[in-house]
């Protein structure tokens, strides 16, 4: 078997969006979520599995197709955002494509997450190459602005050529149970977004428990989000696999009532491969090969790329090189 052959085939493209629903309390309220439980399921997930040698190379392929190469970083320059771009045109060196036999595959990252002014820089540097430029928005990574100024955001973000707008909620509405509140700011946000597809950042470490995760997971969905996205990068704690896996639990609960399959996106302190291998089997166990692909799964990651292209080197050659010799992102 060759790697390429052991890439998972791209599902269908799921161009539907969430058109989302009423609020409807009953779907989460008095939902327990058992907090052993969901770590003792995370843990068996990162342990009892060992992956073939060519299959994980296969899998470290899929996973860079779902990176939102990131960068958001007080002192981001166009220039830093051109270079990111041309790292996700070309997200592997052409002598790793080679050794493994899918230099003709043209593979790119999922897409290229940006703040809002960065937009217009990245949507050049792409022009041409599909891929996709996400904006965070909204006052991220707080979000503690004025409501019509987090929507004006959005729309200059989109105007900017944004396709995907990664927007961050009001952890006080959580955290007080105001369900109502957070359902209608989403929705609001939602309808600034147009056409672009909205994510919603719940920042899932300042939630407290897995219970408001999930009730937060499910009001986003209802208000219409078409991605639920765990966290900003910038919170104490950021992805974890026990509150991925509420989170990924709270859609399927989603598609099961509704039918409406949503998007997944872990974010935030991820760097090695090994957390790339580890998100994609949960998301294969939970969900099945449909959320493999980035148009319902992504890695939101400004630093994972580097080591996923070191592990793929290594799969080639046999050797590690140093960090420093491959053009990194
Ligand atoms: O949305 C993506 C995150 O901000 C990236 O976080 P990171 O810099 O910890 O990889």
Not at 273 to 280: E, G, I, M, R, S
Not at 323 to 329: F, N
Request: hydrophobic content about 45%.
């Amino acid at each position: 078997m060759t790697v390429e052959t052991a890439v998972p085939a791209p599902a269908a493209a799921n161009d539907l969006r969430n058109p989302g629903m009423a609020l409807d309390l009953a779907m989460f309220e008095g939902h327990a979520v058992n907090r052993s439980a969901a770590e003792r399921r995370a843990a068996s997930l990162t342990t009892r599995r060992s992956v073939k040698k060519d299959w994980q190379a296969a899998w470290l392929i899929n996973a860079v197709r779902c990176i939102d190469l990131t960068t958001l970083a007080g002192d981001d320059t166009a220039e830093r955002v051109r270079r990111l771009c041309a790292k996700a045109r070309q997200p592997l060196a052409p002598h790793i494509t080679e050794g493994l036999g899918i230099a003709g595959m043209r593979l790119t990252t999922g897409a290229v997450c940006v703040y809002p002014t960065m937009v217009t820089h990245a949507v050049r540097a792409l022009e041409g190459s599909g891929i996709p430029v996400a904006s965070v928005a909204t006052g991220f990574p707080a979000g503690l602005m004025p409501l019509h100024l987090r929507l004006e955001e959005i729309r200059y973000a989109v105007a900017e050529g944004a396709e995907e707008i990664d927007i961050v909620i009001t952890r006080e509405h959580v955290l007080s149970g105001n369900w109502p509140a957070l359902y209608d700011e989403v929705a609001a946000m939602r309808d600034a977004c147009g056409p672009a597809h909205l994510k919603a950042i719940l920042a899932t470490g300042d939630l407290q428990t897995l219970r408001n995760v999930y009730a937060a997971s499910m009001v986003a969905m209802q208000a219409g989000a078409d991605f639920i996205k765990t966290s900003t990068g910038k919170e104490g704690v950021n992805a974890t696999l026990p509150v991925s896996l509420v989170m990924v639990r709270a859609l399927r609960d989603y598609l099961d009532a509704t039918g409406h399959r949503i998007g997944f996106k872990p974010a935030g302190g991820m760097k090695s491969a090994k957390d790339a291998l580890n998100w994609q089997f949960l998301m294969r166990e939970e969900m099945g090969r449909d959320w493999l692909d980035p148009h319902l799964f992504r890695l939101g990651a400004s630093s994972m790329l580097g080591d996923i292209e070191r592990q793929l080197e290594h799969h080639v050659t046999g050797r590690y090189s140093s960090a420093s010799r491959l053009a990194l992102a």
